[in-house]
């Protein structure tokens, strides 16, 4: 990964990138994550063609905190953030692997800016209407489901969502961990209170009216996501005509499988560019 810093109204962002040609491809982490949870695809020869860019999402990683927490920390605060990115970054439209929270994001973006983007894949997200109450259908039970709009983290806390989110064989890379702590608490409070407030766009619309190629992976033991809720929805362009389960992996299949995922992302990138 090449780092870099820029700045945008919402802070100074940090970005890592592959390389400085090739087919641009956006990766956006998710909740209390960073880009470096993605070092399997940049590590990847499968992928090694495309100029990768994954920020770490205000409030996150080596970014910022936001300048001003109310404007950033919702999905049309990160999604502004991500074009502004873009636009900086003089790419687009682009394929983009939105993970969990960055899923979401994606889909905002997509909504809210369609030009930018000519394919999404969601991974651990499913979508969800302007009707909150679906998210008891959308998301299962689970011990952490809770922490994920909790502002204070105790340590024990940040140790017990990073497992349940991006473990690999059972242990939690300590930088992963490092940046879960070191995630902007407010952020977690203020996205559920955006929400809340109808600051997002209706995410199954944005599928069912299909303006582009939509990929949806998830792993067979994803502990956060109904496969059958996102096996079920209307979609407009569903990449290959399903929704793709990688078996015995967790919600971040990119990072605990990457020899079943990099072949299945690489295959939707190849797809999309000759759409």
Same mark, same amino acid.
């Given at each position: 990964m #090449?780092?870099t810093t ?12 592959s390389?400085?040609?090739g087919?641009?491809? =956006?990766?956006? #982490?998710?909740?209390?994550?960073c880009?470096?949870?993605?070092? %399997?695809? $940049?590590?990847?020869p499968?992928?090694?063609? &495309? ?8 409030? #996150?990683?080596a970014?910022?905190?936001?300048v001003?927490?109310?404007?950033? &920390?919702?999905?049309?605060g ?5 074009a ?12 983009v692997l939105?993970?969990s929270?960055?899923?979401h994001?994606?889909l905002?973006l997509a ?8 394919g999404?894949m969601i991974v651990?997200?499913?979508p ?7 998210m008891?259908v959308?998301?299962k039970?689970?011990?952490v489901m809770?922490l ?5 983290f ?5 140790? =017990? ?25 407010? $952020? ?30 998830n792993?067979s033991e994803d502990?956060f996501?109904?496969?059958?809720y996102?096996?079920? =929805?209307p &979609? ?5 005509? %399903?929704?793709?389960v990688?078996?015995?992996?967790? #919600?971040?299949p990119?990072?605990?499988?990457p020899a ?7 295959? $939707? =990138?190849?797809?999309?560019a000759?759409?």
């Amino acid at each position: 990964m #090449h780092v870099t810093t820029l700045n945008t109204p919402a802070g100074r962002i940090a970005v890592a990138q592959s390389r400085a040609d090739g087919p641009p491809v =956006l990766l956006i #982490h998710g909740n209390s994550s960073c880009k470096e949870v993605f070092a %399997r695809q $940049f590590a990847s020869p499968l992928l090694a063609g &495309y100029r990768l860019i994954a920020p770490d999402l205000p409030g #996150h990683g080596a970014s910022d905190d936001a300048v001003d927490p109310q404007a950033t &920390y919702a999905l049309d605060g990160f999604a502004a953030v991500c074009a502004a990115l873009l636009q900086q970054l003089g790419v687009g439209p682009l394929p983009v692997l939105g993970w969990s929270l960055g899923g979401h994001i994606a889909l905002e973006l997509a909504g809210r800016e369609p030009a930018r983007v000519s394919g999404l894949m969601i991974v651990g997200t499913p979508p969800i209407p302007l009707d909150l109450s679906v998210m008891g259908v959308a998301f299962k039970p689970s011990p952490v489901m809770g922490l994920t709009g909790k502002e204070d983290f105790s340590p024990d806390e940040a140790a =017990l969502y990073a497992q349940h989110t991006s473990a690999v064989d059972g242990q939690v890379d300590p930088q992963l961990l490092a940046m879960c702590r070191r995630a902007d608490g407010r $952020f977690r409070r203020m996205m559920f209170e955006s929400l809340a407030a109808g600051r997002a766009l209706d995410e199954v619309a944005i599928v069912r009216q299909g303006s582009v190629p939509v990929a949806v992976l998830n792993g067979s033991e994803d502990a956060f996501v109904n496969l059958d809720y996102v096996a079920g =929805l209307p &979609y407009g362009k569903l990449w290959e005509g %399903r929704a793709t389960v990688l078996q015995g992996l967790g #919600h971040a299949p990119f990072l605990q499988g990457p020899a079943a995922f990099n072949p299945v992302f690489a295959r $939707f =990138l190849a797809s999309v560019a000759s759409s």
